[in-house]
Each structure stands twice: as structure tokens, then as C-alpha cells.
């Protein structure tokens, strides 16, 4: 009997991977030829495409010309240098089956225009399979039609710029925080890795604005940040093999099971004391108390009526603006700091622009911003520092949509539709922001772009800057972000200097040793190593 069962066993388990590879197969099959159709059937360029490997190969050949721990995200424009022809086409199609989705690449703003502002296209599938885990597709990064409008909505009076004003004693609170960790690095004189307590500041400051928590991610540490952290490392970006590792781990879902729960317990209490607090007609007003405003007139709720789906939704939202706002200021942050550094002449104009609009005096200067906020709008040198390292260095690499039904792509120039299929439709900003039809000397650090009159050769071309994306799915906290970089880098370049500690015979990008990675435990771009700097105290002459 043990033989029988066992020879069925055996003859299950090979049907089940017979089935499998002829599943695959066939699907494999399917994707080639559709995608060959493009050149045979439509007569659209294609890059050189294998049958068994797709664009794999290609993929593979570019990134090892780069440093090896280039950002994945880089890879679409590494391909467009290794083939110039598809900047003068405005697009490419990319076929990296099955370790990611079949897509078509676009690199021209009026290209670009047509899903992301004329009319906004859905967000692609990617980003539940992505943040499914994470967030539950409730978030509004990943949430698309009416789900989407609602929570929008809901949340646009909290990101309002006469609101992100008033927390700017908030910002001022947890920034001095971090400046005397800073000069005390500078005593001590040792190598840190910047991205670190720049994270910590900025989720600090995440904190207070949206919930008016103190998370103290800068001294004790923050159990919710650290979850958040974990979770990340545990997201899935693709099938590649790191990808296929981290499915197959059977102890998996109880950690994301586990890191929901510790983030959820976190925020709650926040999360109810704000509802509790508005009631009351008490406390500051935090986003989420203005968002639980917001929701009580969406719903004509009266007050001490709230229900368990604003509180999921609350919760889920916080994740994710904590996850997208870590990332974006203190990435930006380490490369300005690190830019400046190089090019010291743009680090004189800062400061006497600083001089400028806050006075000489340092300390006199965080006085003058606590009562006016508004001066930080008057650093118009400053925040063209800002776009610039945002243009050359951007957090995310672009945006992913998808086409409904009626829903078309057409090229630019010739009018011509281009077949979207179910594909991946990329915004590719990395490529485009480095783009010399767009960018004189795109690979240079030339602030005064966005500092050049309408005419001028240096002036941008008209929706070809797009770190926050264009369009009603454009970021909702860009101006919160910018506000605080203005104000951090502001106070921090007035008093301290940052001397990147990268080799010189190190790998370089486009010649420069600053680049982006990919660390194994974040999916979005960060500078290489974390930024290792060491920290002096300004010599003021």
C-alpha cells in the first residue's frame, strides 16, 4: 500500500510540474509574440529581443556597466544610453517577463501629459501587489476612481500651504533636535551616515504634523518607524530572485502580520485621541484632525460619530504618508548637503542669500522664521538648489499607470496610437530629468535653471520637471516636503558643513561618486551607503 501511495505521489507531483511548465509555456509563448507583434504587425521600433529572455539580457548587460550597486529603478534609462534611439522616439517598449511586468517606457513630457494630466489613468496593479500587504490598497498612492477621490478630498485641507505654515514650530522643535546631534558628531569628528538621522528627523516631524505625536525616532527611537522599516524589507517589488525569496519565505506573512499589528497598536492611540481632542474642540490642528473634519461633513456625521472604517483608513494612511515622506526629504536632504559641497561656489550664494532674508545671525534667523514663516518662500536661490538636486537625484524614478477601456496613448510627433494592451505605462522621470532636449548639460548641477527667466536657454521646458508627478494624481505632500527641506537646510547650511567620505577611486555615475542604490531593505531610491559624511562646524571668516 506504502508503494501505491507513494508511486501516485510521484505521479501527482509530475503531473502538477508538467502542468506547470506547459502553463508557463504557453504564457511565455503569448507575451513574446505579442510583443513581436509591435515591429511586425504595427511596424514600431523594439530593441533587440530574445524569444526565450525578452529584454532580460539587455537589462542585465546595461547594469553591469554601471556601479554595481546602481538603483534598479535607474535600469530603463541605463537601456535608453545603451540605445540613443529611443529618446528621439519618445518611448520604448520593455519586455522583462515574468520577473516584471511587460511595459512601455515614456521619456516626453507631452507624452506624459496625456495619462498623467489630460487625463489621469488609473494607477497600475504593480502597486497593490506591491503594497497590498502594507497598506491594503486604501492609501492614496495606491487607491484609484472614487475610493481615491473620496480620501483626497478628505485630506487636501491638511496639506493646504496656510497649514503647513503652522507647523513650522514643529519643524523648528525636532530640527534643533537633530542640529545638536550634528555638532556633536562634529566634536567628535567621526563618520556618520546622514540618510539615517535625516529619516529620523523627518518622521519626527511626520509625526507631529499628522498626528501630533512626539515619536522621538531622534533619541529613544520609535517602535512604529522600526516596524515600518521591517515591513518595507519585507514588500514585494518583482519576481527577480531576492523577489521569489522573500514569497517562498514560509515565516513571511506572520512578520508582515506581525509589523502590521506593532504599527496599527502604535498609531492608534494618536489616532483616537485626535478624534477625541476634536470633539472637544481642543489641541492643535493636525491633518488627521482636519481629515476627521473632513470626513464628519463627507458622511454628516455629528460629533462622537466615527466608525471602525475611518479608523482603518486613518491608520493606513499614516503608514504610507510616513513611508513616502521619509524617504523624499532625507534622501533630498544627503545629496544637496553632498552637491554643495562639490560645487562651493553654489554653496556662497546660499549663504549670502541666507544672510540675505534671515539676517548674519544664525539664532536671530530661527526667530525670524518661527514668526514669519513665509520668509522660507523668499529663498528662491535655495529652493532652485532644491529642484535641481530633485531633478538629477529624485526619490522615485517615475510613476506607473495602467489604460481602462477607451483609454490611448499617442506618440507626440506623429499622432500615431500606440498599443497599451494591459501593459505597464511608466512616466519615466529619472530618464526624462536627465534628458538633454530638455536639459542643457543634463548631468550638471546648474541650481540656476530654475532661477532663469522664460527665454532663457536655461529655462525648464514646460512639464519636464515632475519629482511630485503633474496632474490630479500628483503628490499631496510636495509642499509640506519642500517647506521642510527649505527650513532644515536653511538653518543646517548656515552653521555646519558636510563633507561627503566617499573614495575617490570608487565607482562613479556620469563621473561623479554620488549616485542612487537600491537597498535590500527599502523599494525606493537612496543615496549610496547611506551617505557617509563627516560633520564640521562652519568657519565664518
Known sequence: MLEIALGLSLRAFAILVIGSIATFSYKLYCHRMRFRSLASKHGLP????????????????????????????????????????TEKHGYFYLDMWPVAEQMIVVNHPDMMVQFCQDTSFAKHRQMTFEFGSFSHGVDLVTSNGHQWKTWRSIFNPGFSS????????????????????LESFATSGETIKLDQHTMALTVDIIGHAVLGARLHAQTTGCEIFRALK??????????????LLKLLNPVRPLRIWRNNRTMRNGVLPYILDGIRDHDRKEGSKTMHSLAVKSYRDEHSAAEGEIDARWIDVAVNQFKMMLFAGHDTVSSTFCFVTALLHFHPEKLVKVREELDEVLGPDSSAGQEAIARTPELLNRLTYLNAVIKETLRLYGPVSGSIRQASDGQRLYHHETGEQLPLWDLMIYSHQAQLHRDEKFWPNPHEFIP??????????????????????????????????????????????????????????????????????????????HPRDGMPVKVSLRKRT
Open 230 to 243: 521591517r515591513q518595507i524589507a519585507l514588500l514585494l517589488v518583482d519576481y527577480s530572485p531576492e523577489g
Open 46 to 85: 523594439l530593441l533587440p529581443h530574445s524569444f526565450l529572455l525578452g529584454h532580460l539580457l539587455i537589462a542585465a548587460k546595461v547594469t553591469m556597466k554601471g556601479p554595481k550597486d546602481i538603483a534598479t529603478a535607474l535600469v530603463p534609462y541605463l537601456i535608453s544610453l545603451e540605445y540613443p534611439e
Open 162 to 181: 496656510k497649514n503647513i505654515q503652522s507647523y513650522v514650530p514643529v519643524m523648528l522643535e525636532e530640527y534643533n533636535i537633530c542640529r545638536r546631534k
Open 448 to 525: 540656476e535653471r530654475f532661477t532663469a527667466r522664460e527665454g532663457d536657454a536655461l529655462y525648464p521646458h514646460k512639464n519636464a520637471f515632475r519629482p511630485f508627478e503633474m496632474g490630479s494624481r500628483n503628490c499631496i505632500g510636495q509642499e509640506f516636503a519642500m517647506t521642510e527641506l527649505r527650513l532644515v537646510l536653511a538653518l543646517a547650511l548656515r552653521d555646519l558643513d558636510f563633507e561627503p567620505q566617499f573614495p575617490e577611486d570608487g565607482p562613479k555615475y556620469f563621473g561623479s561618486v554620488l549616485y542612487q542604490t537600491s537597498p535590500p531593505e527599502e523599494i525606493t531610491m
